[in-house]
């Protein structure tokens, strides 16, 4: 009877030291969340950067119909250049303002900076796209 008293609490225990030591790696973050973050932004960025040429070429061939285009029409046009302009110009400008934190930095502060950078980066990525998919549709009524 004592053997199963014994059993039972050593397996209590074993329960509450585990949700303890879960407990504890969920306050303190492991040192490879910053790497997991920043490889998360860098895949985001090449993905967005890879987008670029496309937004370029629309570029051009807005600019081409704009030359023989009537008052709707080119309203649309200049409407979606000015889209693909701005979304050129934040990725750029988030391109020249980001770096990597300080390490010396506390470990929390540098994931809370690499969770903001990653949330900008995915804002851009979506209005490039949304940029490119508007755009194309524009194109593709006009031929």
């Not at 609490?9 to 303190?28: P, Q």
């Not at 000015?82 to 750029?92: F, I, P, Q, V, Y």
Request: aromatic content about 4%; proline content about 3%; hydrophobic content about 40%.
């Amino acid at each position: 009877m004592y053997r199963y008293i014994f059993i039972l609490l050593l397996g209590m225990s074993a329960c509450n030291t585990g949700s303890t030591s879960v407990e504890n790696k969920a306050a303190t973050p492991p040192a490879d969340s910053f790497q997991v973050l920043r490889s998360e932004l860098m895949i985001i960025h090449d993905a967005t950067m890879a987008r670029m040429d496309t937004l370029i070429l629309l570029q051009k061939s807005l600019k081409d119909q704009l030359a023989g285009a009537h008052s709707p029409e080119k309203d649309s046009i200049l409407a979606n250049l000015g889209r693909l302009k701005k979304s050129d110009d934040e990725m750029m400008d988030w391109m020249s303002q980001y770096s990597d934190p300080n390490e010396k930095l506390p470990q929390t502060a540098r994931l809370m900076y690499m969770k903001t950078e990653q949330a900008k980066i995915q804002r851009i990525q979506g209005e490039i796209e949304q940029s490119i998919r508007m755009a194309s549709q524009q194109i593709s009524q006009h031929n």
